[in-house]
């Protein structure tokens, strides 16, 4: 499937249709999952704050999710020169720089309550996710600072390459360090430790923030497609 | 939904802060994607790339 997306028209026909439809999915997700999750009991430690929970988590997951798409693009790029998959990386990273954004600042409404602070410099799972956050940022900020854009291209695509040593230290910081984030409650061995009642609407709403992230970065992507093809022609017509 | 499941008691002044900025996140997101999306599509059109996708 992917070798057929790889083309640049086929990936224009399908995105077509699959960005609106993916968009579509992603409300009706995160609807549901939220009027289950803000109709859920309070949680017996954390009372109502655990309302929070249903958009930081997923959040936080899509943060990961694109910076995996940003690396796996950058590498497909550089490897193979491929374009579209270059266009792909440009496109995801703006939307990844959101996602975690969303994640720190609904991470810090919840810690405030919770531990009494808006944010320990200490803890290995925030600044390993502020570290993200700057990944992120510093992709857009290279390729945007080298006037020739295949120049710019390479070296982010190199930087987020490089910067993907930070996926599994995010993952396994509450294991490998001692930190005030709660360890791993979700994909863990012997299950999950949230009651259907959490775990439900969690769920559905990390479906949905997956599916809308679907649909802008298809679209993102097309919009990139658009661009080049505008330049390209803007050049052709001024030599001609 | 209840109006008690909306109060959310003496964390209303986290939690709803903490649904806006997702709010803001999402706004941000879609309309920055779509006008991007549009005014690319246009100018190509403009300058007659639709033929060559």
Redesign the interface.
């Known amino acids: 499937m992917f070798s057929a997306l790889a083309n640049p028209a086929r990936f224009m026909a399908f995105s077509r249709w699959a960005a609106p439809i993916l968009g579509v999915i992603a409300a009706g997700l995160i609807g549901g999952g939220l009027w289950l999750g803000l109709n859920a009991p309070p949680d017996y430690q954390q009372g109502e704050t655990v309302k929070i929970m249903f958009i930081h988590v997923p959040a936080a997951w899509v943060a990961m999710l694109a910076y995996a798409c940003l690396g796996g693009a950058s590498f497909i790029s550089l490897v193979f020169r491929h374009a579209l998959a270059d266009a792909a990386a440009k496109a995801v990273a703006p939307l990844g720089a959101a996602f975690t954004g969303v994640a720190l600042v609904t991470g810090s409404l919840w810690g405030r309550p919770m531990w009494g602070a808006w944010w320990v410099w200490g803890d290995a799972r925030l600044v390993s996710v502020l570290v993200l956050f700057l990944l992120f940022l510093g992709y857009m900020a290279l390729r945007a600072s080298i006037d020739d854009e295949a120049k710019g291209a390479r070296a982010a695509e190199i930087l987020a390459l490089v910067g993907l040593i930070n996926l599994p230290i995010i993952k396994y910081s509450v294991e490998w360090w001692n930190t005030l984030h709660q360890g791993e409650s979700i994909m863990r061995a012997g299950g999950s430790a949230l009651a259907p009642v959490y775990l439900t609407p969690l769920l559905l709403v990390g479906a949905g923030y997956g599916a809308a992230f679907g649909a802008l970065w298809l679209e993102r992507i097309r919009a990139e497609v658009w661009r080049r093809r505008a330049t390209s022609l803007a050049l052709r017509a001024a030599l001609a | 939904?209840?109006l008690e499941?909306?109060s959310?008691?003496k964390?209303?002044a986290?939690?709803w802060?903490?649904?806006a900025?997702?709010l803001l996140?999402?706004a941000?997101?879609?309309i920055?994607?779509?006008v991007?999306?549009r005014?690319?599509?246009r100018?190509?059109d403009?300058?007659?790339?639709e033929r060559?996708?």
């Open positions: 939904m209840s499941a909306l959310a008691g964390y209303a986290y939690i802060p903490a649904y900025i997702s996140g999402f941000w997101m879609i920055d994607t779509l991007r999306a005014r690319w599509k100018k190509a403009q300058l007659g790339g060559e996708l």
